[in-house]
T-cell receptor, first 111, second 115 residues
Framework: KQEVTQIPAALSVPEGENLVLNCSFTDSAIYNLQWFRQDPGKGLTSLLLIQSSQREQTSGRLNASLDKSSGRSTLYIAASQPGDSATYLC??????????FGRGTSLIVHP | DVKVTQSSRYLVKRTGEKVFLECVQDMDHENMFWYRQDPGLGLRLIYFSYDVKMKEKGDIPEGYSVSREKKERFSLILESASTNQTSMYLCASHTPGSQPSAGYTFGSGTRLTVV
C-alpha cells in the first residue's frame, strides 16, 4: 500500500527565504504526483501536477521536481512571502486514480 | 478552469438526522471523490465513483452512502448523523492526462457539525 510522508511537518521562516518542502512515497509505480495548498478552513488548491514521465513543473515562484526511482518529490518556493503561509500537501496517484495524501507541511512566513 | 462546487460551507445538524452533502463539477469528469479531513488524521477517502451510477467504498465508508445519478453531481449521504461525523468534508473531481485541467480539483469544503 502506498505511503506518503512529508517532511518537515511544520516550518516557520522569515520573508524572502527560499524553501524546500519534501514529499516521499514508498511505491514508485505512480501515475502522477500533485502538490496542493490549503488555507485554514478551506479546500485544497492545486499548485502543480507532475506526470510520471516528467521530471519537474514550474509555476511562477514554485518549482516541483519528481524522482520516481528514489521515491521523492520536492516543492521549491522561491523568495517566500507572508501570503505563502498555508499547509502544503502532496498526493501520489497510481493507475486507479486514487491519490494517497501526505499529512502536509504547515508553513508560516513571517514579515 | 474546472470548478467543483459544494453546496454548503457550514452546516449544523442534529444527531439522528439524515444529511445530504452535494457536490457538482462542471467539466464532465468521470471520477469523483468524497473525503473527510480531521486534525491529526489527514484526508481519508469515504467513497469514490468512476462513472454515473457507479460507486466504490473508500477507507471509511461506514455510516455513509453516496449517489451519482448524473455525471456532474456526486452526493454524500449521512444516513443517521452522529457526533463523530463532525468534520470537514471535501469533494474532488479528477481527469487523467497532461492537459492544464488534468489532475484533482477540490471543492471549498463543507464544515459539518453534528450536535
Amino acid at each position: 500500500k502506498q505511503e506518503v510522508t512529508q517532511i518537515p511537518a511544520a516550518l516557520s521562516v522569515p520573508e524572502g527565504e527560499n524553501l524546500v518542502l519534501n514529499c516521499s512515497f514508498t511505491d514508485s509505480a505512480i501515475y502522477n504526483l500533485q502538490w496542493f495548498r490549503q488555507d485554514p478552513g478551506k479546500g485544497l488548491t492545486s499548485l502543480l501536477l507532475i506526470q510520471s514521465s516528467q521530471r519537474e513543473q514550474t509555476s511562477g515562484r514554485l518549482n516541483a521536481s519528481l524522482d520516481k526511482s528514489s521515491g521523492r518529490s520536492t516543492l521549491y518556493i522561491a523568495a517566500s512571502q507572508p501570503g505563502d503561509s498555508a499547509t502544503y500537501l502532496c498526493a501520489a496517484s497510481g493507475g486507479s486514480y486514487i491519490p494517497t495524501f501526505g499529512r502536509g507541511t504547515s508553513l508560516i512566513v513571517h514579515p | 478552469d474546472v470548478k467543483v462546487t459544494q453546496s454548503s460551507r457550514y452546516l449544523v445538524k442534529r444527531t439522528g438526522e439524515k444529511v445530504f452533502l452535494e457536490c457538482v463539477q462542471d467539466m464532465d469528469h468521470e471520477n469523483m471523490f468524497w473525503y473527510r479531513q480531521d486534525p491529526g488524521l489527514g484526508l481519508r477517502l469515504i467513497y469514490f465513483s468512476y462513472d454515473v451510477k457507479m460507486k466504490e467504498k473508500g477507507d471509511i465508508p461506514e455510516g455513509y452512502s453516496v449517489s451519482r445519478e448524473k455525471k456532474e453531481r456526486f452526493s454524500l449521504i449521512l444516513e443517521s448523523a452522529s457526533t463523530n461525523q463532525t468534520s470537514m468534508y471535501l469533494c474532488a473531481s479528477h481527469t487523467p492526462g497532461s492537459q492544464p485541467s488534468a489532475g484533482y480539483t477540490f471543492g471549498s469544503g463543507t464544515r459539518l457539525t453534528v450536535v
